[in-house]
């Protein structure tokens, strides 16, 4: 295995360092990957999950990169250029792990019955404000559909835009509008639902506490 | 102004939290607690996503590793000189880099190990801590450093020159080329290393630059010697 070493290559600039990789320069190829990894890492995280598969995927992210890096001819941004890499790395692993091969309309669109959005909003009147933290929407993005968790973790948690979103999702910015809102309400359906289970719970343990005494 | 109802702002919904805000919408989400708490619900959500952003942490460093390994096992990546450019060499310097030039023996080669040895030693004496300094006991007390390592270097590079005029032009442009790349790179592991004399870990980036001109060198008096 090859040794851990770092250079101060710093103050590379991210085109030169580009250019350099293009040549296979080792020290390019690590430029660029210091620059980029804390991203592609933080969103295979937030997509599956698990450090040790986010692990995996940011490798696999950015050897196909590495692979590919000879035909990048700055057409788009290279971090989108990446970006779109590692989401589609990452949606090729769901895919399989789901055991089927659907297409990333499917991943987007869930129908009714496993778990899309409903096209109401009806209900009793619980207020997530100030209920939601970290864990909990945490859990909850776990159990979003790949695409939509996808374009949820580009645009609320990295801060990219639509239009940007769409180059790496291969999609309309409408789309992404779209995706983006089923996603936020069908975390807003989760999150009510692990509210309202907990609050069962709550119930339960206080009836059991109230039995228990008499 | 139009009315609109809770199943009516649902179109609204998607292009409100873009930011889009209608009168009809504003005015019904003004007295609808139900359709101002699903904003207030996503509005939460949108911010709480929007605060991990700030705790995102590098991959461990063994993605790196692991990551250089199976570049360097495809021949994506080397140090400096271009893979298929004369001898095949392993990406990352090792000991096998050195004990490679052994089975061959002639004149250029001896001055390409000639020097390599010269770079081990230099570092082996220069280095505060450096394991090598047991390796190389038997030149205990010969005072070489860099600097003179550098001149030598130089002085060699004058000589492969020579030889490498006898090749074809397109070979020499190439070598040329090479050389001009590690040259940067020792110029960028010398400030490294100037700027913390006692990183180790810079130190070895260097040496490994050193033997890679060295290699370099060798391989441009071996194409020289073989066009004579």
Redesign the interface.
Known sequence: MARTRRIDTGELPEAEAIRLAQQGDAAAFERLYRLHNRRVYSLCLRMVGNTAEAEDLTQEAFLQLFRKIATFRGESAFSTWLHRLAVNVVLMKLRKKSGNESSLEELTEPDEDSGGPRRDFGGPDLRLSGSIDRVNLQRAVEQLPPGYKSVFVLHDVQGYEHNEIAEIMACSIGNSKSQLHKARMRLRELLHEALRAQAREDRKAASAETGGKD | MATIT??DF?AY??PW??GERPPDAQAHVRTC??CS??I???E???T??????AS?????????????????Q?G?????I??GEGRTRA??PSAGWFAGLFPRLPRPVLAGAYLAALVAVAFALSGPVNKRVNEARWLKGTQISTSPLSAQLNFAEQNSNSYVSRSSPVVAASLHQNLA?VDN?IA??E??VS?DPQNE??R??LYEAYQQKADLLTQMTERGENVQ
């Open positions: 809770c199943r649902l919904l998607e939290m873009e607690s139900h708490g699903v207030k619900d996503l939460a959500i949108h709480e996503a929007g605060s991990w952003n995102e942490q590098d991959a461990p460093e063994r993605v790196w590793t692991a990551l250089r390994a199976q570049l360097e495809e994506l990546i080397h140090d400096t271009p893979a990406a990352a790349i790179y960028l592991c400030k490294s700027e870990v810079a070895d980036y």
